[in-house]
């Protein structure tokens, strides 16, 4: 089954920060997040596996709670760059993902 | 450099016939997939191979092939069955359980004509 995220679109303003969440209805193996441009290959940003820790790499980590089955992305301080759709794809054996249906997030100056 | 290429970049098709589209990785990973994005939508599984001779269907296989006869190779077949197949295909790989996010190649939009 599809994990939901929330919200559908947001807008920000650079240096803005952004929460993106993914909530699943079955027991989570791995949390996956990737970020798609408009008409390119989805990007690999961080994944969480169950027992981990939160993770994180310059401004954007993520956390995961496993009894909620629940993931979330944090932007802070938000770039143009980061502009594009991001995906949570969610696991409960280690190898086949099941993504959301994307949340589009747009950074303006 | 090691990644996966995806042909053709578009592809028309004509209704009733089948087309072919190619996913080669040089990643010497096991595990390739194949998923389907329609506009504004997430990416549905259409069929994934963990390894070479063996495949397994995903959420919406109907109307669609594949075949794994080579590690490096895992083309999909958009058979005449498939009524709807105007959509962004993607093909991806993954390199081992844990830690390892997948990679993706960079598409073909095949659209019906």
């Known amino acids: 089954q599809q994990p939901v995220q929330s919200p559908q679109a947001v807008i920000l303003r650079e240096g803005e920060d952004a929460v993106i969440n993914c909530s699943s209805s079955?027991?989570?193996?791995?949390v996956h997040w990737y970020r798609q441009k408009h008409g390119e290959a989805p990007v690999f940003l961080m994944i969480l596996l169950k027992g981990g820790e939160q993770k994180g790499h310059d401004k954007i980590s993520a956390s995961f709670n496993e009894k909620k089955q629940q993931s979330s992305l944090y932007l802070t301080a938000s770039q143009l760059s980061y502009s594009g759709t991001y995906f949570c794809?969610?696991?409960?054996?280690?190898?086949?993902?099941?993504f959301g249906s994307g949340t589009q997030l747009t950074v303006l100056p | 450099d090691g990644g996966i290429t995806q042909s053709p970049k578009y592809l028309f098709r004509k209704e009733g016939q089948n087309v072919t589209l190619s996913c080669e990785q040089n990643l010497n990973h096991d595990a390739m997939y194949w998923y389907r994005q329609d506009p504004g939508q997430g990416l549905r599984l259409i069929y994934y191979s963990q390894i070479v001779n063996d495949f397994q269907k995903g959420d919406i296989a109907e109307g669609y092939s594949v075949s794994r006869e080579k590690k490096e190779s895992f083309p999909l077949t958009v058979t005449s069955a498939q009524k709807n197949p105007t959509a962004f295909y993607l093909c991806a790989s993954l390199r081992g359980i844990g830690g390892y996010g997948y990679t993706f190649g960079s598409g073909t939009r095949l659209t019906v004509v």
């Open positions: 079955k027991a989570l193996y791995s």
């Open positions: 794809g969610t696991s409960g054996s280690a190898r086949q993902l099941t």
